[in-house]
C-alpha cells in the first residue's frame, strides 16, 4: 500500500472540506522567529493517515482563520485545539468540522496546529505548545477590530491532548514562557474543553500525552505544573465541560476534577457527563446522546453572555 499516495489523496480532501468554509489566510504565529527552537531540515510537516487523518512533525505552528460570515457575525472568537495525544493533530472532526460548527453560531475560528512536543527541535518541549496557545490567543486579540471581534469574546476550545493544552493556556497564560513584542493579555476569556486531557497524575492521565509532553520520567514539579486541576485559580476563565463516562481513553476523572477545582475557586463551569460515546468523537455520532453537547454548549454560550441570547 502506497502511504504516500494516500496522504496526497487526504490533503486533497482536506482542501476541499476547509474550502467550503471562508478561510482567509494561514498565519505564521511566529514569523519564522519560533521561540526555543532547534534547527532540523530533515524536520517536514506531514499528513499522517494512519488510524486517523493528522498532521505530524509540526516546527512552524500556523493559525487557520475561518471568520464568521459577515451577516451572523457576534464578535465572539475562539482558537481551537484539536487532539492528538501530542502526537498528531486531528484536524478534521476537531478541526475543521468545529470551525464549521462555530462559524454557523457566528464565532470567528481560528484552527491552531501547535507544534508537538519533540526533543529534535526544542529546547525544552513541555512549553512549546502552551508558547503557541498564548501567541495564538495574543494574535486574535491583538487583530481584533480588523476581524470584527469583540476582545472580550475570545475562547478556546480543545479536544483530548488539545483539551490538555487549551486548559492549560487557561490555567498558565499568566506565565511567561517567551518574550511577547507587547502587553497583549494571551488570557481566553473562556475554554471549551471536550474529553480533555487534564492532569499529568499517574492514576488519571493519559499516558501517550504525558509522556509526550514531559517525558517518561517527569518531576513530581513538572507533573504539578501541568496538571491543570492544580493550576486553577480565581483569574482562571469559565469553563464547559463534556466527557463521556466510557471513554476508555481519557479517564471522565480528569474533567471532574477541572470542575471542582473551578467549583472551589467559584468560578463559573458547567461539566456534562454522558454515559456512553468513547473517546475522540469531535460533535459526537448521532447515536449516542454525547452528540448533543454542542447543543448545550451554544446554551451555555448565550447564558453566560459570550453570544447573543437572541
Excluded at 502506497?2 to 496522504?7: G, S
Excluded at 509532553?213 to 469559565?238: A, C, I, M, Y
Amino acid at each position: 500500500m502506497n502511504f504516500k499516495k494516500i496522504a496526497i489523496v487526504f490533503a486533497g480532501i482536506i482542501l476541499m472540506v476547509s474550502s467550503a468554509l471562508s478561510q482567509t489566510q494561514m498565519i505564521d504565529i511566529w514569523n519564522g522567529k519560533v521561540p526555543g527552537s532547534i534547527p532540523n531540515p530533515k524536520y517536514k510537516q506531514i499528513v499522517d493517515s494512519a488510524y486517523y487523518i493528522k498532521l505530524r512533525f509540526i516546527s512552524n505552528p500556523t493559525l487557520e482563520v475561518y471568520p464568521a460570515p459577515a451577516t451572523k457575525n457576534t464578535g465572539a472568537a475562539m482558537v481551537i485545539c484539536p487532539g492528538g495525544g501530542y502526537y498528531g493533530i486531528s484536524f478534521i472532526n476537531e478541526g475543521i468540522d468545529i470551525a464549521r460548527w462555530l462559524n454557523g453560531l457566528g464565532i470567528s475560528a481560528f484552527i491552531l496546529n501547535y507544534r508537538l512536543p519533540d526533543d529534535a527541535i526544542m529546547k525544552d518541549k513541555s512549553i512549546a505548545p502552551l508558547q503557541d496557545g498564548q501567541e495564538a490567543i495574543r494574535i486574535v486579540r491583538r487583530n481584533a477590530t480588523k476581524w470584527g471581534i469583540d476582545p472580550h469574546k475570545i475562547g478556546i476550545i480543545g479536544f483530548s491532548a488539545g483539551g490538555h493544552l487549551a486548559a492549560t493556556v487557561s490555567t498558565h497564560f499568566a506565565e511567561k514562557v517567551y518574550s511577547p513584542i507587547d502587553s497583549t493579555s494571551a488570557r481566553p476569556d473562556f475554554s471549551v474543553l471536550i474529553y480533555p486531557v487534564i492532569s499529568m497524575d499517574s492514576t488519571i492521565t493519559h499516558w501517550g500525552s504525558r509522556e509526550n509532553l514531559l517525558g517518561k520520567s517527569p518531576s513530581d514539579e513538572q507533573v504539578k505544573r501541568f496538571s491543570n486541576e492544580l493550576q486553577v485559580n480565581s483569574n482562571t476563565p469559565p469553563a464547559f465541560l463534556g466527557h463521556s463516562m466510557d471513554d476508555g481513553t481519557v479517564p471522565v476523572e480528569n474533567s471532574i476534577k477541572y470542575a471542582l477545582a473551578m467549583k472551589e475557586n467559584k468560578i463559573t463551569c458547567e461539566l456534562h457527563i454522558y454515559e456512553h460515546g468513547g473517546h475522540g468523537y469531535g460533535l459526537g455520532r448521532s447515536t449516542d446522546t454525547e452528540s448533543t453537547w454542542s447543543v448545550a454548549c451554544e446554551k451555555w454560550l448565550k447564558a453566560n453572555g459570550f453570544l447573543p441570547k437572541k
